[in-house]
């Protein structure tokens, strides 16, 4: 894949880099060395090329792993009672993070859930099993969830992606003036 260095008077000390197509962009100070800039090159390659592996192990997460899953998750937290007859993940829910369908025991995760932490995703899965005992979002849903230790960040995580969403998208390593 070709790399493509892009010096920058206003960039002082940071470096950073992103995929654009079929290339690779790295941003680097205009006064960085030749010596210097081959470095950060290599960092900035191998950086990215983690990065992409964790999201690719992430997005290999399959349906059998996630009925797993969420097994454990009602054993824990719900004391067993919540057994759906189908988890899976779907591709057509790009308003909600997860659905339910009681009188079907099925439950569906969006895929946008797949690159997030697992503790996000287990949040998520909770939320639907729970709503297999508990068809709505009064005081009695709530409860279930207080088992789970991380239901209120991991809410306000979503909130975060969600209100992240509605930004400006600029390259990784531009910021707004």
Same mark, same amino acid.
């Given at each position: 894949? &070709?790399?493509?260095?892009?010096?920058?008077?206003?960039?002082?000390?940071?470096?950073?880099?992103?995929?654009? *197509?079929?290339?690779?962009?790295?941003?680097?100070?205009?006064?960085?060395?030749?010596?210097?800039?081959?470095?950060?090159?290599?960092?900035?390659?191998?950086?990215?090329?983690?990065?992409?592996?964790?999201?690719?192990?992430?997005? %290999?997460?399959?349906?059998?792993? @996630?009925?797993?899953?969420? *097994?454990?998750?009602?054993?824990?937290?719900?004391?067993?009672?919540?057994?759906?007859?189908?988890?899976?993940?779907?591709? =057509?829910? =790009?308003?909600?993070?997860?659905?339910? %369908?009681?009188?079907? *025991?099925?439950?569906? @995760?969006?895929?946008? @859930?797949?690159?997030?932490?697992?503790?996000?995703?287990?949040?998520?899965?909770?939320?639907?099993?729970?709503?297999?005992?508990?068809?709505?979002?009064? &005081?009695?849903?709530?409860?279930?969830?207080?088992?789970? &230790?991380?239901?209120?960040?991991?809410?306000?995580?979503?909130?975060?992606?969600?209100?992240?969403?509605? @930004?400006?998208?600029?390259?990784?390593?531009?910021?707004?003036?």
């Amino acid at each position: 894949m &070709p790399v493509e260095i892009r010096r920058s008077a206003r960039r002082t000390r940071s470096v950073s880099a992103y995929r654009e *197509g079929d290339r690779t962009i790295v941003l680097i100070p205009a006064r960085m060395s030749e010596a210097e800039e081959r470095r950060w090159v290599g960092v900035m390659l191998e950086k990215l090329a983690a990065k992409e592996k964790d999201k690719e192990r992430r997005a %290999t997460r399959g349906d059998a792993e @996630l009925a797993e899953r969420a *097994g454990r998750l009602s054993d824990r937290y719900l004391d067993g009672r919540a057994r759906p007859d189908s988890v899976r993940w779907v591709t =057509n829910q =790009n308003s909600r993070w997860g659905s339910c %369908t009681p009188a079907e *025991g099925s439950i569906r @995760l969006s895929h946008r @859930l797949q690159p997030m932490p697992e503790y996000v995703v287990d949040y998520v899965l909770l939320h639907e099993l729970a709503h297999l005992l508990v068809p709505g979002h009064g &005081p009695d849903f709530w409860r279930l969830l207080e088992a789970y &230790p991380r239901t209120e960040r991991a809410r306000g995580y979503l909130e975060g992606v969600v209100a992240a969403d509605r @930004l400006p998208h600029l390259p990784d390593g531009d910021h707004p003036a």
